[in-house]
């Protein structure tokens, strides 16, 4: 009976919500029983960031300071397309210690996806715990119900013929997509399309309704400078502008702004040669994997955009760069991030085809106490096997042993940008377990 009032309670996204899961804990504390609050965060954190605190402090205040925090991380690779600049495990330590419990992988094929996707696998990961009570996000908006209305329009009958008739415009997909939903909804609600952050809390919440989660949403109006914004005095730097830092010979200043977690994680993997991982290191070799690709491995790679697939073909043919080859591909419909995601997927040899559609385990990358304590409970709840060691996965199916195979290569190409080679020792994915905080 508890089970269900709770499903029923969680359906509604508002701060009443919130209100009411901080007085069932006190009740049950009360009672003696054992209810703790499970909270989910789907994160890149490339580099963690001061905003990105601010968002584990606000989830505790808002539902209570004994919430538990399980994250779903990204991998070596993240959705923009690009190497993470650290590795994984580095970048799940920092999150333990700056706040989270438990850390566990999106697996590459959602990681290195368009925001749907990504989000999508973010939300599987944190559904099949069979803990999460709430999902939490920051937003440009801080408004829940708004952004699950417009994913409930993206989601409508209507929508697709709107949306066609948008993109005859020739317009970019998110301007038709914007235009379409402004034309359900209005203007003012259509506008939230315009926000980074709003775009990706509308596909969690998209992902919410289309796995049918009992998560009720929690979104944080955002601080600082904006998704790949400048820095500015006085904010929270974004990710991108912490990015430029290091890698534009204004490391000291970078460091200064990480969190200290963060900061000490970079310093470590500075120290043993793996820091900063960029795709500029591997740049010749990405050039002569796409040189050596045909029309066809293209086309493979994004089917049913021939135009965008010749225009990477034909230039992966004379570019010297990979700048220089994504400026040449480049037209106004299509974003760098697609492109690069492209480019990437070409390099670690992903096509949509063989892209699986679900979760074949949960990998756990981190964990403090209470994070081996939700493993434990996960033993009972999870609805997918939870790896807390690889070879635990030839014990699986073979779609999970095909999905770590598939991490295990990727993460052999990954070293190669490490800045020591000597580091960069092939099998790393075998021999690494969770971190233990």
């Known amino acids: 009976m508890f089970t269900e009032t709770h499903s029923l309670i969680i359906s509604e996204i508002s701060q009443v919500t919130t209100t009411i899961f901080?007085?069932?804990?006190?009740?049950?504390?009360?009672?003696?029983?054992?209810?703790?609050?499970?909270?989910?965060?789907?994160?890149?954190?490339?580099?963690?960031?001061?905003?990105?605190?601010?968002?584990?402090?606000?989830?505790?205040a808002r539902l209570g300071a004994d919430t538990a925090v399980i994250c779903a991380m990204s991998g070596n690779f993240v959705q923009r397309g690009d190497f993470a600049l650290l590795r994984k495990h580095q970048r799940a330590r920092a999150a333990v210690e700056s706040g989270a419990d438990l850390v566990l992988e999106i697996p590459l094929p959602w990681a290195a996806a368009p925001a749907e996707?990504?989000?999508?696998?973010?939300?599987?990961?944190?559904?099949a715990t069979g803990?999460?009570?709430?999902?939490?996000f920051g937003?440009?908006?801080?408004?829940?119900?708004?952004?699950?209305?417009?994913?409930?329009?993206?989601?409508s009958r209507e929508f697709p013929a709107l949306l066609r008739?948008?993109?005859?415009?020739?317009?970019?997909?998110?301007?038709?997509?914007?235009?379409?939903?402004?034309?359900?909804?209005?203007?003012?609600?259509?506008?939230?399309?315009?926000?980074?952050?709003?775009?990706?809390?509308?596909?969690?919440?998209?992902?919410l309704l289309r796995h049918k989660s009992a998560m009720h949403v929690l979104t944080v109006s955002r601080r600082g400078a904006a998704h790949d914004g400048a820095l500015h005095s006085?904010?929270?730097?974004?990710a991108s502008a912490l990015r430029a830092l290091l890698t534009g010979g204004e490391r000291e200043r970078a460091l200064k702004l990480l969190p200290p977690t963060m900061g000490q994680a970079y310093l470590e993997e500075e120290a043993a040669g793996?820091?900063?991982?960029?795709?500029?290191?591997?740049e010749r070799a990405v050039l002569a994997r796409l040189r050596s690709m045909t029309e066809a491995d293209f086309a493979a790679l994004d089917p049913g955009r021939e135009g965008l697939c010749n225009r990477l073909y034909q230039a992966a043919r004379t570019a010297s760069t990979l700048e220089e080859l994504l400026r040449t591909a480049k037209t106004r419909r299509y974003p760098y991030a697609r492109l690069r995601r492209m480019v990437l997927w070409a390099y670690l040899g992903l096509t949509p085809a063989k892209l699986p559609e679900r979760m074949a385990y949960l990998r756990v990358l981190a964990a403090n106490t209470r994070g081996r304590e939700l493993l434990g409970r996960m033993r009972h709840t999870?609805?997918?096997?939870?790896?807390?060691?690889?070879?635990?996965?030839?014990?699986?199916?073979?779609?999970?042993?095909?999905?770590?195979?598939?991490e295990a290569r990727s993460t052999d190409l990954y070293t190669l940008a490490y800045p020591n080679l000597a580091a960069a020792s092939g099998g790393a994915e075998w021999r690494e377990g969770p971190v233990i905080c």
């Not at 006190?26 to 601010?54: D, K, R, W």
């Not at 038709?176 to 939903?181: K, L, Y």
């Open 22 to 60: 901080t007085e069932m804990s006190f009740f049950c504390h009360c009672l003696g029983v054992n209810y703790v609050q499970t909270a989910g965060i789907i994160i890149e954190y490339n580099p963690m960031h001061s905003g990105h605190l601010y968002l584990l402090e606000q989830v505790r």
């Open 117 to 127: 996707r990504f989000a999508d696998g973010g939300v599987q990961v944190l559904q």
């Open 131 to 136: 803990l999460v009570d709430c999902l939490a």
């Open 139 to 155: 937003s440009e908006c801080g408004d829940a119900a708004a952004l699950r209305q417009v994913a409930g329009a993206l989601m």
């Open 165 to 207: 008739r948008e993109l005859t415009a020739g317009d970019s997909f998110a301007a038709a997509r914007q235009r379409a939903v402004s034309a359900l909804l209005g203007p003012e609600t259509g506008n939230l399309l315009v926000s980074p952050n709003n775009i990706l809390g509308v596909e969690y919440c998209k992902a």
């Open 234 to 238: 006085g904010e929270h730097p974004s």
């Open 274 to 282: 793996r820091a900063p991982v960029l795709a500029s290191a591997c």
């Open 382 to 406: 999870a609805s997918l096997p939870v790896l807390t060691k690889p070879a635990d996965v030839r014990r699986l199916s073979t779609d999970a042993q095909q999905l770590l195979e598939l």
